[in-house]
């Protein structure tokens, strides 16, 4: 290694050598600062923290029946709660109420009273392991102040602060979502009402054109078809019962007058009417195959058959016998009038008259009955497509006002629950300490510091005066200084009274340096006993 280079043992020995050749001027301030910054801390007031832990208890109820209003975390529910106990009408009610700094009230302000409360509350989140902020399950409050018993009091009423904010704070939520939801369903079920009022008064202006009674309508319009033709069929058969009874007439008038209208022979009535009763019979018989005797067209037939049979019954009564028709022939008939036969013919096509009339009305107004059917099942689609329209606003607003329904009586049990204390509360596990030592002044950590402070004073005292001193201390020096060689040695001679002198010295400047030492460990020992 080189001559000018040195190795970090020689470094150490030379700092060791000047801090033996200047021990005092770090002895002296490192014991005067232990000393000053001692009686200091002892000169400080005394604090007493006094602190309370609250533990966050979870929802008494299980969630599955019974889902909370409040949806904010711990972490941020307690910052809001914060603002509201470290308000600053809160505090300085707590400030007057305990009396706190009564001799500094007549110089301060409230803004600078309620920062120096604020100063000393401390509010610390706690967690049960490593997590993120949402873990948070408890959190402690503490309070400063120079008397214990005062700072256990301001505790006691800042944690029951907190949890009153806390009930009040979760119950006025609760209330708060409670009164919106009935709210919003109010307006839900007025949107309900008008969406139902247009559905009804839309099927009500649309009665038979409805798509739920297009079955009904179809059922209607084959029956009102098969009526039709039953008309139609009895229409027919009351035109050919007239035919017949004109027919009839037409005979009775022939056999009256004695001259046939074609010049054929004159055929008898009763045969006539024997053989239209024969063709009513077989009609009948045909009807009851399909139909049972109460069915109106068997009803009807059932009445001609009994007209026709009264008729029968005339003829024969009004017909002579058969010895006296050949002269009877040969006379002038009697009167039509007079005739009984054709008495009851006559009156018999006067109700065949009435009845196709009835007929021909019954046609007209089944006629009409059918178009309006088929115009119904016309409009069905139409009125199904207007009405799918209005059912999926009804829908929706239905779904809406259910869902709005649900979620009130959702919240309804979450507010009386919060009510009742049974939801996420605050509860005190570690009630407000009454501390028995100051938190505050840390004496020794102060004494401390002023040893620190008044060694690395005195090391920098010495290293300044090593860096002015030019004096040469040995053989090193010299040869670092000078580059010739060192040809002599001159060692120090001294008197044994110089010795004795400077042996009698050294033994004091040992004790003193001692005495030095166990000051400052006394002071720091005493100081940590009282601390």
Not at 157 to 177: A, G, H, K, Y
Not at 291 to 306: G, L
Request: aromatic share 6%.
């Amino acid at each position: 290694m080189p001559e000018h280079e040195e190795n970090f043992d020689v470094v150490l020995e030379r700092v060791l050598k000047i801090a033996l050749r200047r021990r005092w001027w770090v002895l002296i301030p490192a014991t005067v600062l232990t000393l000053c910054a001692a009686s200091i801390s002892f000169m400080l007031p005394e604090k007493y923290e006094s602190d309370a832990t609250i533990f966050v208890e979870p929802q008494q109820v299980p969630e599955r029946y019974v889902t909370a209003n409040t949806t904010i975390d711990v972490n941020q529910m307690l910052l809001t709660m914060t603002d509201a106990v470290l308000s600053r009408t809160q505090l300085l009610k707590i400030i007057d109420e305990f009396g706190l700094y009564s001799q500094k009230k007549g110089h301060l302000g409230p803004e600078q009273l309620v920062a120096l409360i604020r100063g000393n509350i401390k509010l610390e989140p706690l967690q049960e392991g490593p997590g993120e902020p949402k873990d948070l399950n408890a959190f402690k409050i503490s309070f400063t102040d120079n008397d214990a018993h005062t700072a256990q009091k301001v505790t006691s009423r800042l944690t029951t602060l907190f949890i009153n904010v806390n009930n009040e704070s979760r119950e006025e939520q609760s209330t708060s979502t409670t009164n919106f939801l009935a709210d919003q369903l109010k307006s839900a079920e007025e949107d309900l009402r008008q969406q139902e009022s247009r559905v009804r008064e839309f099927k009500m202006s649309n009665l038979g054109e409805l798509p739920e009674e297009q079955a009904n309508n179809l059922a209607f319009l084959s029956g009102l078809q098969g009526q039709l033709q039953n008309t139609m069929a009895a229409l027919s058969r009351a035109r050919e019962h007239r035919a017949y009874l004109q027919t009839m007439l037409s005979q009775y008038q022939e056999i009256s007058t004695g001259v046939s209208v074609s010049g054929a022979p004159i055929a008898s009535p009763a045969e006539t009417i024997k053989g239209e009763l024969s063709k009513l019979e077989s009609e009948k018989t045909e009807l009851l195959g399909r139909y049972t005797e109460k069915y109106p067209d068997v009803v009807k037939i059932n009445e001609q058959i009994k007209e026709t049979e009264a008729l029968l019954a005339a003829v024969e009564d009004a017909a002579p016998p058969a010895k006296d028709r050949t002269a009877q022939e040969t006379k002038q008939a009697k009167p039509l009038e007079k005739n009984p036969a054709m008495a009851q013919l006559t009156s018999e096509l006067e109700s065949n008259r009435l009845e196709i009339d009835a007929d021909l009305a019954d046609q007209k107004q089944t006629e009409t009955r059918i178009a309006e059917y088929q115009r119904r099942l016309n409009l069905t689609p139409v009125r199904e497509q207007q009405l799918t329209d209005l059912l999926r606003n009804y829908n929706q607003s239905k779904q809406h006002y259910e869902e709005l329904l649900s979620k009130k009586t959702d919240s309804e049990l979450a507010t009386n629950m919060v009510k009742q204390q049974q939801g996420q509360r605050f509860q005190i596990i570690d009630q407000p300490s009454l501390p028995s030592r100051p938190s505050s002044p840390a004496r020794l950590k102060i004494s401390l510091a002023g040893l620190a402070v008044g060694v690395g004073i005195g090391a920098a005292l010495a290293f300044l005066l090593e860096i002015k001193n030019h004096s040469l201390r040995d053989e090193r020096e010299l040869r670092r200084d000078f580059s010739f060689p060192l040809m002599l040695g001159v060692p120090i001679l001294q008197s044994k009274v110089e010795e004795r002198r400077r042996l009698r010295f050294a033994v004091l400047e040992g004790l003193v340096a001692t005495l030095l030492c166990l000051v400052i460990s006394a002071t720091e020992l005493y100081v940590y006993w009282r601390g």
